[in-house]
């Protein structure tokens, strides 16, 4: 195991245990995967009213590589402002950089009014 992933889920304190699951499931959105994003996704959907959102994990609620980031989260885009500039022009470069600025400030909100544990940094 990485030791990265052993101080951070140790750092995390215990989840509780969730039964696997088992057999048919029907249900209007299932959302794959227990990292940031799948999370955030399953987060999002109950948030806003969506019943019977189901997340699976094949481990544990942010294993891989959620686990081994510690949960660096910014606005921007992997291809670097510059690119994004040249390749959608101002306009659409803008209305896309703004739309990560407001998932990170999503999060945030999120922590603080959730109360999660996670270290922020401005």
Do not use: K, W
Not at 80 to 97: D, S
Not at 107 to 116: A, K, N, Q, T, V
């Amino acid at each position: 195991m990485h030791a990265a992933s052993d101080y951070y889920r140790h750092s995390a304190g215990s989840l509780p245990p969730r039964p696997p699951a088992h057999g048919r499931i029907d249900a209007p959105c299932v959302v794959v995967g227990g990292g940031f994003a799948g999370l955030n996704t399953a987060y999002g959907l109950a948030e806003r009213g969506l019943p019977g959102v189901v997340l699976l994990e094949a481990a544990t609620l942010g294993h891989g590589a959620s686990g081994h980031n510690g949960g660096f989260v910014f606005a921007g885009h992997s291809r670097g402002e510059a690119a994004l500039l040249a390749e959608q022009g101002p306009e659409r470069a803008r209305r896309l950089h703004g739309r990560t600025r407001a998932a990170v400030g999503l999060i945030r909100e999120r922590s603080e009014r959730l109360g999660i544990d996670c270290d922020r940094v401005d």
